[in-house]
């Protein structure tokens, strides 16, 4: 907008001039403050425990691991119940010993 000097008495072009002014200051600087507003504002976040994350590969473990043979089982405990079931001690004392030093 352009400002007629001719005519000094005329202040209307001059205020109009100035309140554009101002009006775009307050638009850019309303405009600043939302953007940092939106920088400071809190933002959600997650973290997961080391506990989670033992639970989480136990539970991958537990679906990975063999299923039971039900029959197997029964067939188990009626030969131990009734006395036919034979327990080698030699491959019992082996097991054992490799379960220890497994351990180790």
Known sequence: MAINI???NNTNQVKQKVEQQV????????SANASQQAKLAPRDSVSITPQAKQMTELQKKAADAPVLN??????L?????????????EKL????????????
């Open 77 to 89: 405990k009626s030969a131990i119940a009734s006395g036919d079931y034979k327990i080698n001690p």
């Open 23 to 30: 009006q775009t200051k307050q638009q850019v600087s309303e």
């Open 70 to 75: 039900q029959k197997k089982i029964a067939e």
């Open 6 to 8: 001719n005519n000094l």
């Open 93 to 104: 004392a082996a097991s054992i010993a490799n379960f220890e030093f497994e351990l180790n």
